[in-house]
């Protein structure tokens, strides 16, 4: 078992994955970057093209593989580089969420937000406002056996 | 196993100043793979490019991971290095270890295992990216341009002159748009026409120009450098060939109905050119007015028609066509003030909206240019001017600036005063704003020199009593209320998108604003672009303006699309979609999401149990597919993957950067 499970103390730290769509949200965060804004580093942001790309199945890996918390990150609806992809993300992420929680996990580790390649500083707070959440829930416990099997697996 | 290469840059200390680069370097010989790791203190260099073809050479390397700034900013340099040695551009990976780690944590002890953690990922990443090759699509070498306004003919000018075939659609009889409806035009108080008509003439007689009037695009497909346009061109029932623009015909037309050029102040002929200097100057027969179309006889006009020009019988065609770039230009709508009770437009003929006033002074307008009452035809002595009339409202209007009006009410108060010596013009105003080349001084000069009153403040009231109009207003400034006996009064109605802007989006595939203004893709640097590649917007279409930008932003317009059609082959996407059709169960649910309709289904033959069995499965379309993903996460087999964004990939830097745990 890895230590970050059995780390409970105050200085115990969340990870965060955040999917973020290369037109609007990962250019936010370039934005964050160029503005010199700060957030948690606990943050990890992996490049999406669009938030219609998000299969459900790469949030579900993230907390299978240990992440604490997920964070989807597209243009704001009706500004999608592709027309209509945060349309179907938007529904199909919502409906997820749904499963989400119905599955029996704090669906607050599950967020989608639309941020814009202009907006730098919202995109810094929403990477604050997740990690202070996620710090607040503690680890994620819900997924630790399919985990053990995977790090056993892996070693 | 691949052999990846990484190499962190220092970005001098803004990278370096934040990240233990030497711990980087260690943690990163142990990823999978890896077989060589290096550092330097500016990679996007020569120096630093230079490091990376030769380790490539070296160390015999597949696979390049940078840590750098972020891909949107030096991607396109690295995949330039890697190919320059001999590698696919495809096989690069950028971890951004500036704009997302660096420059946001302040604590090396933070920030340096985040990095690590970034690195693996996109080493993860490399090490399943497969050579990728973009296609290539052909440029067809023709410019389409949708509105026949300044902006248009401003554009097709410039691209005709490039040496480019263009055509100019205009939906109505003559090319010309708003301008021609103009008198004279601030701040030098040119004459319109006279500096409009040259250049109607010029765009008509180029001879890489073709101009298709009372034609509507009907239908656009394809994509930048081939586009596939379907023009109709509306039966005008005169043949152009034969037509020597006369005017016999709509001399002797007996059916008149309002004319829409002059506002509906004035009554134009069945048949009919919308004004004198129309461009072509060939007649069109309006089915909805003509006695012959309704009624079934008349004929005057053919019976009169010189050259026999006139074919009752002349039907819609539909013109195909592809096209390499389209601009578009179709302009702007004013505003109808009805629902401003207030102000009692549409109640009296003597409250008049600004362009409808416009028509007043032009010679050939319904009062053959004498400036009078449309109720008693005379002169008006006090005129009063209503500022923002649905501009910077946002209660009843919009909340934009106009940017036009303050200008035109200077104008037509100056204009006023020559024709009518003795009028008194009173403008209401929120804010005058005057910025631009002249402009200043000339609505300095309206009130200074052409004793034209500027009140502040706003009307409540206005209703006819007597033979006059009575206007109560406030004067915010003294806090006064105000009453005026007018003659006549002049309504700056905002100016409006199309009512069918949001149609022509749809139809080109570029998006709005909420007020139905066509966007451009970035506010400063991207200004008559649009987000679809190839498609750029120039005139009062994108936003309110006045002339001397519109023609800016037309003639930038024409450049953009110089620029690309003097290109013979663009290169298309390389992380498209791809199908494995033996997988494929032909559930068709990624045709249905995918934007471009790069996906379509296809029957394919399988041998099965000896025989052969015909099935419905699907295909990418290459040149189409812009790279967005939808289709893979709705494919119910999971066959359809994205090429540079694949599955695999994805899940690889979700393992990557989990490891940690």
């Known amino acids: ?155 | 196993m691949p052999r990846i290469g990484i190499f962190i840059c220092h970005c001098g200390s803004n990278i370096a100043g934040t990240v233990d680069i030497e711990k980087s370097i260690e943690a990163a010989r142990g990823f999978p793979g890896v077989v060589h790791v290096d550092e330097y203190r500016y990679l996007c260099s020569e120096l630093g490019q230079d490091l990376i073809k030769k380790a490539i050479e070296e160390h015999n390397l597949d696979r390049v991971v940078v840590g750098t700034c972020s891909p949107r900013m030096h991607e396109v340099t690295f995949r330039k290095a890697v190919t320059e040695a001999g590698l696919n551009p495809y096989l690069l990976e950028v971890a951004n270890i500036r704009e997302h780690c660096s420059w946001v944590h302040k604590d090396i002890e933070k920030a340096t295992p985040k990095a690590i953690a970034l690195l693996r990922a996109a080493a993860a990443k490399a090490a399943l990216n497969d050579p990728l090759v973009a296609p290539s699509v052909e440029v067809e070498k023709r410019a389409l341009v949708i509105g026949g306004g300044i902006a248009g003919i401003q554009a097709a000018l410039d691209i005709a002159e490039a040496g480019y075939i263009v055509d100019v659609v205009e939906r109505e009889p003559s090319i010309g748009g708003r301008m021609a409806q103009l008198e004279k035009t601030f701040p030098t108080l040119d004459c319109s026409a006279c500096i409009l008509t040259p250049k109607m003439v010029e765009v008509a007689q180029h001879p890489n120009v073709s101009l298709l009037t009372y034609s509507e695009v009907e239908e656009v497909k394809g994509f930048v450098g081939q586009f596939d346009v379907k023009i109709k061109q509306k039966a005008r029932y005169v043949d152009p060939v034969k037509c020597t623009g006369c005017g016999i015909c709509y001399e002797k037309c007996p059916a008149k109905t309002p004319s829409e050029f002059e506002m509906g102040l004035a009554k134009r002929k069945a048949i009919y050119v919308p004004f004198p200097q129309a461009v072509p100057n060939i007649p069109v027969i309006d089915r909805d007015a003509c006695l012959y179309f309704r009624k079934g006889r008349c004929q005057i006009c053919a019976q009169e028609c010189p050259p026999q020009a006139i074919d009752y019988e002349q039907q819609d065609q539909i013109i195909e066509r592809r096209y390499g770039a389209i601009i578009v230009a179709t302009g702007f709508d004013q505003m109808n003030p009805s629902h401003y009770g207030e102000y009692g437009y549409g109640q009296h003929p003597d409250i008049l909206t600004g362009l409808e006033f416009e028509r007043l002074f032009n010679a050939s307008g319904p009062t053959g240019g004498k400036v009078v009452r449309l109720s008693d035809g005379k002169p008006p002595k006090k005129v009063v001017f209503i500022q923002c009339v649905g501009s910077r409202d946002k209660a009843r209007g919009m909340n934009y600036c106009s940017k036009i009006c303050c200008m035109y009410t200077a104008k037509q108060a100056i204009l006023l005063k020559e024709k009518v010596p003795d009028a008194k013009s009173y403008v209401f105003y929120i804010d005058v704003r005057t910025a631009g080349k002249g402009y200043e001084e000339f609505q300095r000069r309206a009130a200074e020199e052409y004793d034209v009153a500027y009140l502040r403040g706003q009307v409540g009231k206005i209703f006819p009593e007597s033979d006059h109009l009575m206007v109560h207003g406030v004067d915010s400034l003294s806090g006064k209320t105000i009453e005026i006996k007018a003659d006549m009064v002049v309504l700056a109605v905002a100016s409006v998108a199309r009512a069918d802007a949001p149609e022509v989006g749809r139809l080109v595939g570029i998006n709005s604003d909420s007020y139905n203004f066509f966007n451009e893709a970035h506010p400063k640097l991207k200004p008559v672009e649009t987000h679809t590649a190839g498609i750029f917007i120039a005139g009062a279409c994108q936003a309110p303006k006045d002339i001397p930008e519109t023609v800016a932003q037309a003639s930038a317009a024409a450049v953009k699309v110089v620029g690309l059609l003097s290109k013979d082959m663009l290169q298309g996407e390389a992380c498209t979609a791809e199908v494995n059709q033996a997988e494929c169960s032909g559930c068709l649910y990624c045709e249905a999401v995918c934007p471009y309709s790069a996906i379509s289904p296809v029957e394919i033959e399988e041998r099965y149990h000896g025989g052969t069995l015909k099935r419905t499965v699907v295909e990418v379309n290459p040149t189409l597919c812009h790279g967005c993903g939808s289709c893979t996460v709705v494919c119910r087999s999971g066959t359809i993957n994205l090429k540079g964004f694949s599955n695999e990939q994805i899940l690889a830097e979700v393992d990557a950067i989990c490891l940690q745990r």
């Not at chain 1, 409970?8 to 969340?14: F, H, L, M, V």
């Not at chain 1, 349309?87 to 937000?113: N, Q």
């Not at chain 1, 929403?126 to 892996?154: C, F, H, Y």
Request: overall charge positive.
């Open chain 1, 1 to 155: 078992m890895s230590a970050a499970l059995n780390e409970t103390s105050a200085d115990w730290e969340p990870l965060v994955v955040a999917f973020c769509c290369n037109w609007c949200s990962y250019a936010g965060g370039d934005l964050a970057g160029t503005s010199r804004m700060s957030y948690p580093a606990n943050v990890k942001v992996i490049r999406v093209p669009c938030c219609g790309r998000m299969n459900p199945m790469f949030v579900l890996r993230a907390f299978q593989r240990g992440a604490d918390g997920v964070l989807v990150a597209g243009c704001h609806p009706g500004d999608c580089h592709y027309s209509t992809g945060n349309y179907h993300g938007r529904r199909r992420l919502s409906a997820f969420k749904r499963l989400f929680e119905f599955a029996g996990f704090e669906p607050e580790r599950f967020e989608v937000r639309w941020i814009s390649s202009s907006e730098g500083d919202k995109f810094a707070e929403e990477m604050e406002t997740m990690t202070a959440k996620i710090k607040a829930l503690g680890p994620n416990r819900k997924m630790r056996d399919a985990r053990w099997q995977s790090v056993t697996q892996s070693k």
